[in-house]
T-cell receptor
Framework: QKEVEQDPGPLSVPEGAIVSLNCTYS??????FMWYRQYSRKGPELLMY????GNKEDGRFTAQVDKSSKYISLFIRDSQPSDSATYLC??????????FGTGTQLKVEL | NAGVTQTPKFRILKIGQSMTLQCTQD?????MYWYRQDPGMGLKLIYY???????DKGEVPNGYNVSRSTTEDFPLRLELAAPSQTSVYFC???????????FGQGTRLTVV
């Protein structure tokens, strides 16, 4: 079992839709949770960073961590074509290195 | 505000050739990493370093070598290039183990 699991997609949504991206993880010692956005032929860019459980909001993006169910979510409101990218979740901490999911490819269509 | 800088951006190697991928960071981070990314396979950790003079293997270290003589620099060496090393390579750095990592823009390597 991979330590961080993520549905690869692709996920296609119309412009303006609410997007929900999800990951599960298996290591209960993980303390830090991240979402990265990666545009085609570019490096991953840190989008959201959360410590422990709870929600974090930044503009149209909300990251949610539920440590009891080992579930990580990223919500994108009012999705735009410029949000089309691959989104990678990552978890680490508690003495563990950062572990990445394989990424979910998102396409927001006009 | 450079962050993590990788060179070169692109390279084509012939089988058996060697090369060094350069990586430098200006954030004074302790940890540095090398990943490779193949289509649909996610990021695989090749080597990492917890500070100058200290390196350790990741998931896929075979065929690669690293060194860390300074905090800023973490070069990745391919000694005998093989077609299986065709990939996109990313260098990253973080302040602590398991915390947020910052990535370079990648080196796209093709071995023919």
């Amino acid at each position: 079992q991979k330590e961080v699991e993520q549905d690869p997609g692709p996920l296609s949504v119309p412009e303006g839709a609410i997007v929900s991206l999800n990951c599960t993880y298996s290591n209960s010692a993980f303390q830090y949770f991240m979402w990265y956005r990666q545009y085609s032929r570019k490096g991953p860019e840190l989008l959201m960073y959360t410590y422990s459980s709870g929600n974090k909001e930044d503009g149209r993006f909300t990251a949610q961590v539920d440590k009891s169910s080992k579930y990580i979510s990223l919500f994108i409101r009012d999705s735009q074509p410029s949000d089309s990218a691959t989104y990678l979740c990552a978890s680490g901490g508690g003495g563990n290195k950062l572990t990445f999911g394989t990424g979910t490819q998102l396409k927001v269509e006009l | 505000n450079a962050g993590v800088t990788q060179t070169p951006k692109f390279r084509i190697l012939k089988i058996g050739q060697s090369m060094t991928l350069q990586c430098t960071q200006d954030m004074n981070h302790n940890y540095m990493y090398w990943y490779r990314q193949d289509p649909g396979m996610g990021l695989k950790l090749i080597y990492y370093s917890v500070g100058a003079g200290i390196t350790d293997k990741g998931e896929v270290p075979n065929g690669y070598n690293v060194s860390r003589s300074t905090t800023e620099d973490f070069p990745l060496r391919l000694e005998l290039a093989a077609p299986s090393q065709t990939s996109v390579y990313f260098c990253a750095s973080s302040q602590d183990r398991g915390t947020e990592a910052f990535f370079g823009q990648g080196t796209r390597l093709t071995v023919v």
